[in-house]
């Protein structure tokens, strides 16, 4: 890692109150020779003030993030067209629209996808097909900002303003570094060539459910002459390790008419969103100690042993799983809640895990998800702490290599993994032998119109030659297993 990130990481709330003790810096020091140099390589300091908007179109990819096969893997990505990035410099909104299509098997299907979202301050929105706006949490919005300064002319423009506030400068591996907290309150890391001078990379760090405290990383290459400045055509963002975004700029408009680039109006009257919506969680009894814990998205089962319980799936978030541990504690006040499992890495279906771990619970997961859990426990949470960060507990974790039975006088439950799965290499299901049920996550959700799993689904369920009934899909409702073969009839006619 350069010297100058990992000083933005570990310094940042430091650098940030020493910014603000001792204000703006003066001409002359090597912070500010910084800004300059880097205002003067694109062009020029009165050239850069000038500028009012800025139109980047292209192409690219969006990566997977915390969707991939595997926890490490990089394979999967959407293919985008007409990416157009439409910047109010002086104003500070931004409007993105681009049409993506997936490189994989997607659960909504392979067709091309167009999305359209901004933020206008502090408002951020999204845009469906349908033109419907809707406002997304503060949280998003504050990224969304912070990305807006992920650009050469956004963020020497924002340090050049008398309200910011520079410091750290710092040199290492060829590039000159710099933190600056925009007036507006934002902290970011601008690095400099030490030879052109031009901006190499801009980084913010954010806070991810699943990767705690991350660096947001936009680095510059291939700049061309536009309009008396220098622009670079080749833009790739990062999010801790992982490749987000790798746009090719192929027109690039300064000045342009952008069009309304304001929040929609019943966007930006619409209250703030502070966080995640409250749980709503419901209990249905399918079977003599097993419930079905749902109400919204994304589900869970509450497992009962002679003397404990066992949840399988702690999803989304701390708000999400800390509500289905309390529910399955009231259904059984008696017996303790010992374990859960995790069917799979997927963000979403992983991002309660460590409210789980926070809550004593063993965690048990497929073997190639263990390295995984290990790190993700082990992350920082300091720009948002969670539940794990509050009240730190050691993971305990239990792996499954070819199955796991769980077994007493009272219940029985075995573990497999779905093999060759196009979804996860990590998914694991549930099979309830005596009541005939069977839990899986993502590789059949019965509502859904496209069904791209299914029938590797099958495949993993006749190898292992279980009897089953009903199907507990973690999205949708309880079905009977003859829906699961007529959906893969269907989908093989």
Same mark, same amino acid.
């Given at each position: 890692?350069?010297? #100058?990130?990992?000083?933005?990481r570990?310094t940042?709330l430091?650098?940030?109150?020493?910014a603000?003790?001792?204000?703006g810096?003066?001409?002359?020091t090597?912070e500010?020779?910084?800004?300059?140099?880097?205002?003067a390589?694109?062009?020029g300091r009165d050239?850069?003030l000038a500028?009012?908007t800025?139109?980047?179109?292209?192409?690219?990819?969006?990566?997977?993030?915390?969707?991939? &096969?595997t926890p490490e893997?990089t394979?999967?990505a959407?293919?985008?067209?007409?990416y157009?990035?439409?910047?109010d410099?002086?104003?500070?909104?931004?409007r993105?629209e681009?049409?993506r299509?997936p490189?994989?098997?997607y659960?909504?299907?392979?067709q091309?996808?167009?999305q359209v979202?901004?933020?206008?301050g502090?408002?951020?929105?999204n845009?469906?097909p349908?033109?419907t706006?809707t406002r !997304?949490?503060?949280?998003?919005a /504050?990224d969304?900002?912070?990305?807006?300064?992920?650009?050469?002319?956004t963020?020497?423009?924002?340090?050049?303003?008398?309200g910011?506030?520079?410091a750290?400068p710092r040199t290492?591996?060829?590039?000159?570094? !710099?933190d600056v907290?925009?007036?507006?309150?934002l902290?970011?890391?601008?690095?400099i060539?030490e %030879?052109?001078?031009?901006p190499?990379r801009v980084?913010?760090?954010t806070d *991810?459910p *699943?990767?705690g405290?991350v660096?947001?990383? %936009?680095?510059f290459?291939?700049?061309?002459?536009?309009?008396g400045?220098?622009l670079?055509?080749?833009? $790739?963002?990062?999010?801790?390790?992982?490749t987000?975004a790798?746009?090719r700029v192929t027109k690039?408009?300064?000045?342009?008419?952008t069009g309304n680039l304001?929040?929609p109006?019943?966007?930006?009257?619409?209250a703030?969103i502070a966080?995640?919506p409250?749980a709503?969680? $419901?209990a249905e009894?399918?079977?003599s100690?097993? #419930?079905l814990?749902?109400?919204?998205?994304?589900?869970?089962?509450?497992v009962?042993?002679?003397d404990h319980?066992?949840l399988?799936?702690?999803p989304q978030?701390?708000?999400?799983?800390?509500?289905?541990?309390?529910?399955?504690?009231?259904?059984r006040p008696?017996?303790?809640?010992t374990?859960v499992?995790?069917?799979?890495h @997927?963000?979403? @279906?992983?991002?309660g895990?460590r409210?789980? &771990?926070?809550?004593g619970? $063993?965690v048990?997961?497929?073997?190639?998800n263990?390295a995984?859990?290990?790190?993700?426990?082990?992350?920082? @949470?300091?720009l948002a702490?969670?539940?794990?960060?509050?009240?730190p507990k050691p993971i305990k974790?239990?792996?499954?290599?070819d199955v796991?039975?769980l /077994?007493d006088?009272?219940m029985?439950?075995?573990?497999? =993994?779905?093999?060759?799965?196009?979804?996860?290499d990590t998914?694991l299901m549930a099979y309830?032998?005596?009541?005939?049920?069977?839990v899986e996550?993502? !590789?059949?959700?019965?509502?859904?119109?496209?069904q791209p799993?299914a029938?590797?689904l099958?495949e993993?369920?006749?190898k292992r030659?279980?009897d089953?009934d009903? !199907?507990? =899909?973690?999205h949708?409702?309880?079905?009977?297993?003859?829906?699961?073969l007529?959906?893969q009839?269907k989908s093989?006619?």
């Open positions: 890692m350069d010297n #100058w990130r990992l000083m933005t570990t940042s430091v650098v940030f109150v020493a603000v003790a001792i204000g810096c003066s001409r002359g090597p500010q020779q910084t800004v300059d140099d880097a205002a390589a694109l062009g050239r850069l500028i009012k800025l139109v980047i179109e292209g192409e690219g990819t969006n990566g997977n993030l915390g969707q991939d &096969v893997a394979g999967q959407f293919v985008l067209k007409g157009k990035r439409a910047i410099v002086a104003g500070g909104a931004v993105v681009q049409t299509t490189n994989f098997a659960f909504q299907g392979q091309p996808q167009t979202f901004g933020v206008d502090d408002v951020g929105y845009v469906a349908n033109g706006a !997304v949490s503060n949280a998003v /504050k969304r900002r912070a990305e807006m300064y992920h650009h050469p002319v963020i020497v423009r924002a340090a050049l303003d008398p910011a506030k520079l750290n290492a591996n060829g590039q000159r570094a !710099v907290t925009t007036a507006a309150g902290t970011l890391t601008l690095a060539d %030879t052109t001078k031009l190499t980084v913010s760090m *991810n *699943n990767l405290d660096a947001v990383e %936009t680095s290459s291939d700049y061309q002459d536009l309009a400045l220098k670079p055509s080749h833009l $790739t963002t990062k999010t801790d390790k992982f987000t790798d746009i690039q408009s300064v000045d342009a008419d304001a929040a109006a019943a966007v930006a009257s619409a703030a966080g995640p409250p709503t969680v $419901t009894e399918l079977a100690g097993i #419930w814990l749902a109400g919204q998205s994304h589900h869970s089962v509450l009962e042993f002679a319980l066992m399988i799936e702690a978030n701390d708000t999400r799983a800390l509500a289905v541990i309390a529910k399955a504690r009231e259904l008696n017996k303790p809640l374990h499992v995790s069917t799979h @997927h963000f979403d @279906h992983s991002g895990v409210a789980a &771990v926070s809550e619970l $063993t048990i997961t497929h073997k190639a263990a995984f859990y290990q790190d993700a426990v082990s992350r920082a @949470h300091t702490p969670d539940a794990l960060a509050k009240k974790i239990e792996t499954v290599d796991m039975h /077994k006088d009272t029985a439950v075995d573990l497999y =993994p779905i093999a060759g799965s196009p979804h996860a998914l309830f032998p005596k009541q005939r049920l069977l996550a993502d !590789v059949y959700s019965p509502a859904s119109a496209v799993y029938a590797n099958l993993n369920i006749r030659k279980l089953v009903r !199907v507990v =899909p973690i949708g409702t309880v079905v009977p297993f003859s829906e699961l007529k959906t009839a093989t006619s």
